[in-house]
């Protein structure tokens, strides 16, 4: 049994895919599956995830006509097989030690979401963005509406899913993270993540 599922939607990203992917191959920690949903892409993306599930058995990969990124997050979510999961955007890498810290501290205090900070990176840091490190009982407010830079507990999407919509990102935060689903403990930590400003993604619906 792996300890976290990493969802990444894919769609003509040939160049930015080594970047993204082997950040998280790179892990601290080891026992996840890495799920790469390609979304229809008509470049070389999907042969390059195909290469990735040959060289790493953690990566398992989705073909799927072109739907956009929320279907291609939905795809994910029911694949996935670990307790608790972690979207991550291709123009988004890693740091080494992202999944270990932020998996620790839900573990360590029993919290269903834990929320690191990013960096938003063009050749060089130009911005970083997080929080106080603190426990929280309501979310709302406070944590960021995205679903990147999070480790989440997969109960929280057992009868929701991503909208089709642009905004798609903020409404399914809004509805996973409401404390009417049950007690939500959130962790708000360092800097994990790198978001590379200058790229966008290709998506019908993008962040």
């Known amino acids: 049994m792996v300890d976290i599922s990493v969802i990444v939607p894919v769609y003509n990203v040939e160049d930015l895919l080594p970047r993204c992917v082997e950040s998280i191959m790179a892990q601290t920690k080891k026992s996840l599956e890495i799920i790469l949903v390609d979304d229809g892409a008509t470049d070389q993306s999907g042969a390059i995830c195909d290469e990735y599930a040959k060289k790493d058995p953690r990566v398992v990969v989705i073909h799927q006509k072109n739907s956009g990124v929320s279907a291609a997050r939905n795809a994910g979510l029911q694949t996935l097989l670990a307790d608790f999961l972690m979207f991550v955007d291709i123009d988004d890498a890693l740091k080494p030690q992202a999944i270990e810290v932020l998996l620790d501290r839900a573990y360590q205090e029993n919290a269903q979401i834990v929320e690191g900070g990013y960096e938003v990176f063009d050749t060089k840091v130009l911005a970083t963005e997080h929080h106080i490190d603190a426990r929280l009982e309501e979310p709302c407010?406070?944590?960021?509406?995205?679903?990147?830079?999070?480790?989440?507990?997969?109960?929280?999407?057992?009868?929701?899913s991503f909208c089709h919509c642009i905004i798609s990102d903020v409404q399914i935060s809004?509805?996973?993270?409401?404390s009417k689903y049950g007690n939500i403990f959130v962790l708000i930590i360092c800097s994990l993540v790198r978001y590379v400003l200058y790229l966008s993604l290709g998506f019908k619906s993008s962040k």
């Open 174 to 178: 809004v509805s996973a993270f409401s």
């Open 141 to 160: 407010g406070v944590l960021w509406g995205f679903p990147w830079g999070k480790v989440i507990a997969s109960s929280l999407f057992c009868n929701i």
